[in-house]
């Protein structure tokens, strides 16, 4: 059969993702988050105390910002699993972050609902803003933009995730004018989320 | 009909547990408790509830099939991993009326035997989650969640989990195994949750809008519950509605409304006015319905009939300037992306759907592309150990059934035949993931 396209297997899908990312540093969690690791433990029964390795990476990335190789090994201590088990996790969820990421980490919806209303465009005018490409970070270590899956906010495409929280009803030309406030402003800049509307304006 | 979950969403602090209690909150669950376990089951059975989550199925029978005679404790865990594109029903319902869900979660506590209850929430709801957490903490307070509840000397936890940006994780299985701290992948069935889910310990997994609906059926009845809406459709249901129309946002409607309705009356119609091209009425996995098939019920039975599902109920209304096999490639770019990894007819099959999408969408397309499509779809679907796979098999399925011409003109043409404005004007890096 003729028809054989090249596939890029190293991006196949999620699970041969690069990992892990030693910024040679080693990691232990502050006191506080130490302690907030062990409340949430409580939550599951002595046996499922793995069920707090997503709460744990959570705590992680509070503290450093993204997932090390060390701070892996130092979850597993705590939760009393292997570092590869860790390893496991990291690597399929999306929301951890495996290197340092800009301040502001700014995730345009690009899944169907939101590009019939433009997400493809902001994305591009965001990628003129800010000067990077998708999944880079600026020089200035300010910004990461990102293209992400559908984000569960569809009745407010085009919808922009920054760092944690929403920007709703993004129109492309308003994108120049978000960076610049989120340079200005922080997250005060974004809308948040508000709950739906019959009255909302069109977008 | 008038709104029964989404009554005061608008109004300030609905969200409170006084402004809760006020409208007769927890009312319900007091109901509930003054009942044996297996009479709650039975009312939720008679009111014919069916499972919000996408698959349809009645959530009476889902608690019932739970094992009663076991050692282990047992397990509620809600599922509030909202993932479907085109579905944002039960954001809303969390962030404007959390403790609805909290009663739902503690009846089906009671009706099963189970003292703990999990809600599993999506990362991305952060600003919701708080919201919870903060309401949860009032009632524990007040005694409505913990140690003997409302004085009535039973005790039940609630917990809440944050997932962290899986959509496989919003299937049944796939949600205990991350809930446990692993890789959201689905398990072979049987046996099902409610015989060894959570821990191994008997489990019901039960969508956020399907506990939300108990506390009415308890306070009301469910003779009234069913008729709300058609025959083994009860209930108020709440839709979905986004992509090329007027009024996006959630509504909350009886299944006898029709989809025209919903899309025409209630959602303002086609943004601009312009014609509509199709519709997609539950969510992305599941098959389009075009602009002549709209005369119908918009419920679970109604739509199966017209060929497609109701699924989540996320209705994604898409106008002329819709190129379809932009659409197809744009859903499996997300398929591919979502795709855990574990059966490999789904793994290898997405990147290949894609791949062929891509080719035929940048105009690279030769007609034999058409029927390897089909084949490659048709290997999937079927042949995966959860439902993922016929979800990401159906969009290249119905474009193709319903859209062939349009396949056949890029392909002859050597581009896209259906530019439109708001795509985008460069290039598309290629696996910009």
Same mark, same amino acid.
């Given at each position: 059969?003729?028809?054989?396209?090249?596939?890029?297997?190293?991006?196949?899908?999620?699970?041969?993702?690069?990992?892990?990312?030693?910024?040679?540093?080693?990691?232990?969690?502050?006191?506080?988050?130490?302690?907030?690791?062990?409340?949430?433990?409580?939550?599951?029964?002595?046996?499922?105390?793995?069920?707090?390795?997503?709460?744990?990476?959570?705590?992680?990335?509070?503290?450093?910002?993204?997932?090390?190789?060390?701070?892996?090994?130092?979850?597993?201590?705590?939760?009393?699993?292997?570092?590869?088990?860790?390893?496991?996790?990291?690597?399929?969820?999306?929301?951890?972050?495996?290197?340092?990421?800009?301040?502001?980490?700014?995730?345009?919806?690009?899944?169907?609902?939101?590009?019939?209303?433009?997400?493809?465009?902001?994305?591009?005018?965001?990628?003129?803003?800010?000067?990077?490409?998708?999944?880079?970070?600026?020089?200035?270590?300010?910004?990461?933009?990102?293209?992400?899956?559908?984000?569960?906010?569809?009745?407010?495409?085009?919808?922009?995730?920054?760092?944690?929280?929403?920007?709703?009803?993004?129109?492309?030309?308003?994108?120049?004018?978000?960076?610049?406030?989120?340079?200005?402003?922080?997250?005060?800049?974004?809308?948040?989320?508000?709950?739906?509307?019959?009255?909302?304006?069109?977008? | 009909?008038?709104?029964?979950?989404?009554?005061?969403?608008?109004?300030?602090?609905?969200?409170?547990?006084?402004?809760?209690?006020?409208?007769?909150?927890?009312?319900?669950?007091?109901?509930? !408790?003054?009942?044996?376990?297996?009479?709650?089951?039975?009312?939720?059975?008679?009111?014919?509830?069916?499972?919000?989550?996408?698959?349809?199925?009645?959530?009476?029978?889902?608690?019932?099939?739970?094992?009663?005679?076991?050692?282990?404790?047992?397990?509620?865990?809600?599922?509030?991993?909202? $993932?479907?594109?085109?579905?944002?029903?039960?954001?809303?319902?969390?962030?404007?009326?959390?403790?609805?869900?909290?009663?739902?979660?503690?009846?089906?506590?009671?009706?099963?035997?189970?003292?703990?209850?999990?809600?599993?929430?999506?990362?991305?709801?952060?600003?919701?989650?708080?919201?919870?957490?903060?309401?949860?903490?009032?009632?524990?307070?007040?005694?409505?969640?913990?140690?003997?509840?409302?004085?009535?000397?039973?005790?039940?936890?609630?917990?809440?989990?944050?997932?962290?940006?899986?959509?496989?994780?919003?299937?049944?299985?796939?949600?205990?195994?991350?809930?446990?701290?692993?890789?959201?992948?689905?398990?072979?069935?049987?046996?099902?949750?409610?015989?060894?889910?959570?821990?191994?310990?008997?489990?019901?997994?039960?969508?956020?809008?399907?506990?939300?609906?108990?506390?009415?059926?308890?306070?009301?009845?469910?003779?009234?519950?069913?008729?709300?809406?058609?025959?083994?459709?009860?209930?108020?249901?709440?839709?979905?509605?986004?992509?090329?129309?007027?009024?996006?946002?959630?509504?909350?409607?009886?299944?006898?409304?029709?989809?025209?309705?919903?899309?025409?009356?209630?959602?303002?119609?086609?943004?601009?006015?312009?014609?509509?091209?199709?519709?997609?009425?539950?969510? $992305?996995?599941?098959?389009?319905?075009?602009?002549?098939?709209?005369?119908?019920?918009?419920?679970?039975?109604?739509?199966?009939?017209?060929?497609?599902?109701?699924?989540?109920?996320?209705?994604?209304?898409?106008?002329?300037?819709?190129?379809?096999?932009?659409?197809?490639?744009?859903?499996?770019?997300?398929?591919?992306?979502?795709?855990?990894?574990?059966?490999?007819?789904?793994?290898?099959?997405?990147?290949?759907?894609?791949?062929? !999408?891509?080719?035929?969408?940048?105009?690279?397309?030769?007609?034999?592309?058409?029927?390897?499509?089909?084949?490659?779809?048709?290997?999937?679907?079927?042949?995966?150990?959860?439902?993922?796979?016929?979800?990401?098999?159906?969009?290249?399925?119905?474009?193709?059934?319903?859209?062939?011409?349009?396949?056949?003109?890029?392909?002859?043409?050597?581009?896209?035949?259906?530019?439109?404005?708001?795509?985008?004007?460069?290039?598309?890096?290629?696996?910009?993931?």
């Amino acid at each position: 059969m003729s028809f054989h396209p090249k596939i890029d297997y190293r991006e196949f899908h999620r699970s041969t993702r690069k990992m892990p990312y030693d910024d040679g540093k080693v990691f232990a969690y502050e006191p506080d988050n130490r302690a907030r690791l062990e409340d949430i433990a409580k939550r599951y029964p002595p046996e499922g105390r793995k069920s707090a390795i997503l709460p744990a990476l959570y705590l992680v990335q509070r503290q450093l910002g993204y997932i090390s190789l060390s701070s892996m090994q130092h979850v597993a201590e705590a939760i009393g699993c292997t570092a590869a088990e860790v390893e496991d996790v990291v690597s399929f969820y999306t929301m951890f972050y495996t290197r340092p990421m800009g301040k502001f980490v700014v995730q345009v919806c690009r899944t169907l609902p939101c590009a019939l209303r433009g997400a493809e465009r902001v994305t591009e005018e965001l990628t003129t803003a800010l000067g990077i490409q998708p999944n880079d970070t600026d020089s200035t270590g300010t910004f990461t933009l990102m293209e992400v899956e559908c984000l569960g906010a569809c009745d407010r495409a085009p919808l922009v995730m920054v760092n944690d929280s929403w920007h709703e009803c993004l129109q492309p030309e308003d994108a120049k004018k978000l960076a610049d406030d989120l340079r200005a402003r922080g997250e005060d800049a974004l809308t948040g989320c508000h709950h739906q509307s019959p009255d909302r304006a069109k977008g | 009909m008038e709104p029964i979950l989404t009554k005061f969403v608008r109004e300030p602090h609905c969200y409170t547990l006084d402004f809760y209690l006020k409208h007769e909150g927890y009312q319900g669950l007091r109901t509930a !408790l003054g009942m044996k376990p297996n009479d709650v089951i039975e009312l939720v059975k008679a009111s014919g509830l069916k499972g919000r989550g996408g698959a349809g199925f009645p959530a009476g029978m889902k608690w019932q099939f739970v094992v009663k005679d076991t050692p282990k404790p047992k397990y509620i865990v809600c599922n509030a991993d909202e $993932s479907e594109p085109g579905t944002f029903k039960d954001h809303l319902l969390m962030e404007r009326n959390p403790h609805l869900l909290f009663e739902g979660c503690l009846i089906a506590c009671h009706a099963i035997g189970a003292k703990v209850a999990y809600i599993y929430i999506r990362g991305e709801f952060l600003h919701v989650q708080h919201v919870l957490e903060q309401q949860l903490e009032d009632a524990y307070k007040k005694g409505y969640v913990g140690k003997n509840v409302m004085g009535l000397g039973w005790d039940c936890d609630i917990f809440i989990h944050r997932g962290a940006g899986a959509y496989e994780a919003g299937e049944e299985t796939a949600l205990l195994e991350s809930l446990e701290g692993k890789r959201a992948q689905p398990r072979l069935k049987p046996p099902f949750p409610a015989i060894a889910g959570l821990y191994g310990a008997p489990t019901a997994v039960n969508n956020v809008e399907t506990l939300s609906n108990v506390p009415s059926i308890l306070l009301r009845g469910a003779e009234w519950y069913a008729a709300l809406g058609p025959e083994k459709n009860g209930g108020p249901k709440l839709y979905c509605i986004s992509g090329h129309v007027e009024r996006p946002g959630v509504y909350e409607a009886s299944m006898n409304i029709t989809l025209r309705e919903l899309i025409f009356n209630v959602a303002g119609g086609v943004r601009d006015g312009r014609p509509l091209k199709a519709v997609i009425p539950g969510g $992305s996995s599941v098959p389009i319905l075009l602009p002549d098939q709209l005369d119908i019920q918009a419920s679970f039975d109604g739509v199966a009939k017209a060929g497609s599902l109701l699924g989540s109920a996320g209705i994604i209304v898409l106008d002329d300037t819709t190129c379809m096999v932009w659409l197809a490639e744009n859903l499996l770019r997300f398929y591919r992306h979502e795709s855990c990894g574990k059966c490999t007819p789904c793994r290898e099959g997405t990147q290949w759907l894609l791949n062929i !999408l891509e080719k035929i969408e940048r105009g690279e397309g030769e007609m034999k592309d058409l029927a390897l499509l089909e084949n490659v779809a048709g290997l999937i679907a079927g042949k995966t150990l959860c439902a993922f796979g016929d979800a990401a098999a159906t969009p290249a399925l119905t474009t193709l059934k319903n859209f062939r011409g349009e396949y056949e003109a890029h392909v002859r043409e050597g581009r896209c035949t259906v530019p439109a404005p708001w795509r985008r004007r460069t290039a598309a890096a290629a696996h910009s993931h």
